[in-house]
């Protein structure tokens, strides 16, 4: 099934794949893990330095994929006289062009046809890589179980100007665990997997789930779909320093336009087959907490009460329906939410489930105590 969407997937890029300017190419023949997937736009004055980045790492057992996403400064022969003056080996580098910028995201799922590897590691054009960012990458992906999906590792800081500064805590520095609800229910408030130190499985990307369109939740999106099908793993070595760049492509969002994609990207998400399947699988002590946690993650994420309100309304009914109606807490939480609305005749129904619950509780036997001795 799988299979099959994905080559309708490849059928419905083909018009653009096609207009795509290709030179070099990824020989499979050299069967490395991880391709370092390097996007620019408007990136002419930072490929010097990330290809410098890219010769002074450690391990050198990877593909470099190089995208341009249409952009104006973009010169094939000075590109490809920077490429060659690191001497990568043919067969290990490839460079392409866009035929129109559809955005980072869009640039990324719309080149993974070119990709041979089993991993894709991200560089950002205006950040710095430590010498040891793929080699770390690597190892992690050398442990990986089948379920991990995707691996970063922590982020140091650049100012504005490339100087490195104190870095900013970061939100997975503050999480007990990287047990994958508590790693979602972060990542629902605030994104918290940083993308600039991120690796993805191929398989995983090509499922292509979240539309290219809009820098303004696309990473938290895929962040959140990932956990709800895999795990993310946290390498705790600083390999690369994120420049605050106030030019960058997430920093050109303005605030309404942050939340009105951080709302419909909860709806798909939410809203998703994933998502049911995912509440299900936590164990039946830890699921009222669970909903409190994301009621208030969502508040975090949506400051405009009313499209939090929905929201919540949404996770809900979705929980509600998920754990079978069996959460005391979580039936009378969306009761009152329909009593808030002047709505009796759904609260009524939850009602009476709520009270079967207890009935239910009450009658059970209790333990039997061991007669003392």
């Known amino acids: 099934m799988v299979g099959a969407r994905l080559t309708d997937r490849d059928k419905q890029l083909a018009w653009l794949r096609g207009a795509r300017e290709v030179s070099g190419a990824l020989d499979p023949k050299f069967g490395y893990r991880t391709t370092v997937f390097l996007g620019l736009y408007g990136g002419s004055k930072y490929l010097k330095s990330r290809l410098e980045d890219i010769r002074r790492q450690d391990n050198q057992s990877f593909y470099l994929l190089i995208v341009d996403n249409c952009s104006s400064d973009f010169d094939r022969d000075k590109f490809e006289e920077e490429i060659e003056a690191i001497n990568l080996t043919p067969g290990r580098w490839q460079l392409v062009r866009n035929p129109t910028n559809i955005g980072g995201h869009g640039s990324f799922q719309l080149n993974l046809d ?20 793929v080699s770390s990458h ?10 991990v999906l995707t691996i970063s590792s922590d982020m140091g800081s650049l100012n504005a ?12 520095w503050f999480i007990p665990n990287s047990e994958r609800h508590e790693v979602f229910v972060a990542n629902v408030a605030m994104q918290i997997i940083p993308y600039p130190a991120l690796s993805m499985r191929k398989n995983f990307a090509q499922l ?16 959140l779909r990932s956990l709800m099908e895999g795990r993310h793993v946290f390498v705790k070595a600083e390999t690369m320093l994120y420049r605050e760049n106030p030019e960058s492509e997430s920093h050109l969002q303005g605030i309404e336009i942050r939340g009105h994609s951080a709302t419909l990207g909860l709806i798909r998400v939410f809203s998703s087959p994933s998502f049911l399947s995912f509440a299900a699988e936590l164990a039946p002590a830890r699921r009222a907490v669970f909903a409190k946690k994301l009621q208030h993650s969502i508040q975090i994420r949506l400051p405009e009460p009313e499209k939090a309100r929905l929201i919540e309304a949404l996770v809900l009914e979705q929980l509600c329906h998920a754990w079978g109606y069996h959460v005391s807490e979580t039936i009378q939480t969306l009761s009152d939410l329909f009593l808030s609305k002047n709505q009796s005749y759904s609260a009524d129904l939850l009602g009476g489930m709520s009270k079967l619950i207890a009935r239910e509780t009450a009658t059970e036997s209790p333990p039997t105590l061991a007669p003392s001795r």
Do not use: C
């Open 114 to 133: 070119l990709i041979p590897s089993e991993w894709i590691t991200s560089m950002h054009q205006d950040d710095h890589y430590k010498d040891d960012h």
């Open 138 to 147: 690597l190892l992690a992906m050398s442990k990986a179980e089948h379920n």
């Open 208 to 223: 292509d789930l979240v539309p290219w369109h809009s820098a303004a939740f696309s990473d938290s999106e895929l962040s």
């Open 161 to 172: 100007l490339g100087d490195q500064v104190g870095a900013f805590p970061r939100a997975s």
